[in-house]
């Protein structure tokens, strides 16, 4: 390790408890295609979520395709404008930054995505790869730049004669290792984790996993963790976010969510995951959701999940639900716990 | 269920498929030997590229011009599928062998109704009219639960949500009530909501009509909540064989433990990976293809492709740890 990674750790493991990211009520509005004269119409694809991630914890975004989990992890990198609510970062007001103002901030967040095969230029060799970022934020010169480079590839096990070589040499853990690499040249603090596993397979998932371990342990990142894996969302985060139709439908610290989950498609959605144990399998109930998910540009009025929703009453269609205390450590949006 | 439960449906033996490419000859299943019985689901686990998908394709000849097949023999109800031709093939694939592709978005075709596809094996298999071919989708599409059937006929693919899609699929699938039902990897491309819907309708269906079912997967809880035997592929090569308790919890192979291991526990211990990669097909090792990743490879894995050693009564394992002569030498090891 050189120098200034350990103390960029050292610097940041003397704040821990420190919030790092924040979400205030944030909603992210598409415009959807529409005649001249007749009323605009958005697409609701975050409508109202608050969330906070602590320094150096891990936060898992849990919910079904479309249901706006990827749009919260983009906006908090600024890559969508808001039409309303406050992003913080470090406890700074980032939600209309310009981009020049943004550029400091740039450096310090991050994101690995989800298709390891898409998500690298095939065009260029991988020590390119690794030093877009550093090109881009004017981080690190010449010998160092290179120095650099070598230290990030074999950080995620890579070896530095892997460099001069292209995208389409690499197997898709390996391709997920570059990404990695890549995300860490601008020593970011913050790195949003886009479905990092789901195309790998199932024995090269623990590896990635591991190496995002590890690296949270060395220099102590925050990560937000979106995937639709559930057991290894329980596996990685600290607290866990439900998503449901734009909204967040449950947040608990992770355990309490696992073992004491409350919010109606909570309960539906972990019970649907199939469990690695014939025994334990044999005997879970699914509970099976009829239907499928209403579409975003004309959601149910009141509460999202109304719709298909085994306890929904009246109120459920009048009002909707908003995020409360349960206790310290668990929050959910449903009528059921007033 | 019909009273012939348990009977060999489908039997494959020493079953061999390779490729013609640019870059040479890819072997991509070499030598897998199974069966399937009557009424049971059989799942078959590996990873991308071990050759589950191929071996599938090579029973129903559904393989592409490049591709070479042998195999001793693979027979279905007794009958000789190698030596048919492609019109004899004809009269089974749809119709006594059905099978579910992974992608739903891609295996419907986009420019026909949702009516078409259905009717039409309904109408080349069972010779029924258009009318009778049109009342029994409409029968299959409630039978799979998709909410207003008589819309959704007239519908094409691309108006109707992924699950909706699948369903559509397994209902093409079932309607001329196969004797096997070969699934691949059908809800890889589902969420977990949408793939519990799915998974219950084919164990439904499987009661129902008293189909035996292949499925494809990678997820071992998918084959831990529906399968009842297994089979464990890596390398175009039969690692294990065994019921679900066997694979689980009397694990006879390294790479099935290092599956088992890397899945996330509730305990959250830390996960133990497989390192490395799988070999490359083009050029596949001549012992062991798992000796490179294995955590007890010996020398003679490195030489010799180890047989399949018996361990149970339907359960046997391809590792050299089981044989007499290297038991005899360093004991038994714990996997």
Known sequence: ?338 | MSEKTGETLLEVKNLRTSFQTDAGIVQSVRGISFHANRGESLGIVGESGCGKSVSMLSIMRLLADNAHLKADKILFNGEDLLHKTAKEMRSIQGNRIGMIFQDPMTSLNPLFTVEEQLCNPLMRHLKLSKKEAKARALKMLEDVGIPSPEKRLSQFPHELSGGMRQRVMIAIAMCCQPELLIADEPTTALDVTIQAQILDLMAHMKQEYGTSVILITHDLGVIASICTRVLVMYSGLVMEEGSIEDIFYRTGHPYTAGLLASIPKETKEKLIPIYGTPPDLLNPPKGCPFTARCPHAMEVCRQYQPPLVPLGEHHSSACWLHHKSVKAKIGEVKL
């Open chain 1, 1 to 338: 390790m050189t120098t200034s990674m350990t103390e960029h750790a050292t610097a940041n493991m003397s704040v821990t408890e420190k919030t790092c990211i924040e979400a205030q009520d944030l909603k992210i509005h598409f415009k959807l295609k529409s005649g001249f004269f007749s009323k605009p119409r958005y697409l609701k694809a975050v409508d109202g979520v608050s969330f906070s991630i602590t320094q150096g914890k891990t936060m898992g975004l849990v919910g079904e395709s479309g249901c706006g989990k990827s749009t919260v992890g983009r906006a908090l990198l600024r890559l969508y404008d808001p039409a309303g609510g406050k992003i913080l970062f470090n406890g700074e007001d980032i939600t209309h930054s310009s981009d020049a103002q943004m550029q400091p901030y740039r450096k310090k967040m991050q994101m690995i995505f989800q298709d390891p095969y898409t998500s690298l230029d095939p065009r260029k060799n991988i020590r390119d790869i690794i030093a877009e970022p550093m090109w881009a934020l004017r981080l690190y010169e010449g010998k160092e730049r290179e120095d650099r480079i070598r230290e990030l590839i074999e950080m995620v096990g890579l070896k530095p004669d892997h460099l001069n070589r292209y995208p389409h040499e690499f197997s898709g853990g390996q391709r997920q290792r570059i990404g990695i690499a890549r995300a860490l040249a601008a020593e970011p603090e913050f790195i949003v984790c886009d479905e990092p596993i789901s195309a790998l397979d199932v024995s090269i998932q623990a590896q990635v996993i591991n190496i995002l371990e590890e690296l949270q342990e060395n220099f102590h990142f925050t990560y937000l963790f979106i995937s639709h894996d559930l057991s290894m969302v329980r596996h990685i985060s600290s607290e866990v976010g439900v998503m449901y139709l734009g909204n967040l439908v449950e947040y608990a610290q992770v355990d309490e969510l696992y073992d004491n989950m409350m919010h109606p498609y909570t309960k539906s959605l972990l019970s649907a995951v199939p469990v690695a144990d014939p025994i334990r399998a044999s005997k879970s109930q699914r509970i099976i959701l009829q239907g499928d998910v209403p579409s975003p540009i004309d959601p149910p009025s009141g509460c999202p999940f109304r719709t298909r929703c085994a306890y929904a009453k009246d109120i459920c269609a009048k009002e909707k639900p908003l995020l409360q205390n349960i206790n310290d450590k668990h929050k959910v949006a449903c009528h059921l716990y007033k």
